[in-house]
């Protein structure tokens, strides 16, 4: 099935900087989405980009999906911001694959005032 | 007005009980999730349903019955639960399958 790899891991923020978070997937899809799930365990949608670039707030999204990779960007990040960050993606091609939102593991994200 | 409620958000209950979680959407949605978090945060599928038929039943142990009476519900169904069953689990909803998903607040299931 479809590999799903978010990188980093884990980012320590301070208060105001900048970051990028990226998801690589290592087949084609119909759909991308990234996800925040916040320290209270809801997971709250952020961008459903498929293709091409998007701007929630400090929040953007681009996605390249002739070269497998999304990118999340948080800019001027606050506390609020902290939580995990997740990619999905609906793999592209196969019945078997239809409807099944594939999740990458995360990025753990801490931002300290 | 939730979009996607499930209830209840917490269950603690011991070994060998059998459990329902509920799921509800109130978005016109054809395609419905379940989804298990683990102790590590991955999220797993488990079954997905596209108008109240089985699409995707994921390598999920028989003692876990999903049940769609309608397009609206999904509600899962566990037997003889085992500490390993531990974990968050999550419902969703899409317009259709392949298209955005939308999460329920998540059920803290505690086995002891």
């Known amino acids: 099935g479809i590999q799903v790899e978010q990188s980093p891991p884990d980012l320590i923020l301070q208060e105001g900087a900048n970051s990028t978070l990226r998801c690589n997937f290592s087949d084609s899809v119909n759909n991308l989405q990234w996800f925040h799930q916040n320290p209270w365990g809801q997971l709250i949608n952020l961008f459903y980009?498929?293709?091409g670039t998007k701007q929630n707030g400090r929040l953007s999204a681009t996605t390249v999906a002739t070269e497998r990779y999304s990118l999340l960007y948080i800019s001027s990040s606050q506390t609020t911001d902290s939580g995990v960050y997740f990619c999905?993606?609906?793999?592209?091609?196969?019945?078997?694959?239809?409807?099944?939102?594939?999740f990458g593991a995360g990025t753990q994200v801490v931002v300290t005032p | 007005d939730t979009a996607v409620s499930q209830t209840p958000k917490y269950l603690v209950t011991q070994m060998g009980n059998d459990k329902s979680i509920k799921c509800e959407q109130n978005?016109?949605?054809?395609?419905m999730y379940w989804y298990k978090q683990d102790s590590k945060k991955f999220l797993k599928i488990m079954f997905s349903y596209n108008n109240k038929e089985l699409i995707i039943n994921e390598t999920v142990p028989n003692r876990f019955s999903p049940k769609s009476p309608d397009k609206a519900h999904l509600n899962l169904h566990i037997n003889s639960l085992e500490l390993g069953d531990s974990a968050v689990y999550f419902c969703?909803?899409?317009?259709?399958?392949?298209?955005?998903?939308?999460f329920g607040q998540g059920t803290r299931l505690t086995v002891v």
């Open positions: 978005l016109g949605h054809d395609t």
């Open positions: 980009i498929p293709s």
């Open positions: 999905a993606v609906h793999p592209r091609g196969t019945t078997d694959s239809w409807g099944k939102l594939q």
């Open positions: 969703a909803s899409s317009v259709q399958a392949d298209t955005e998903a939308f």
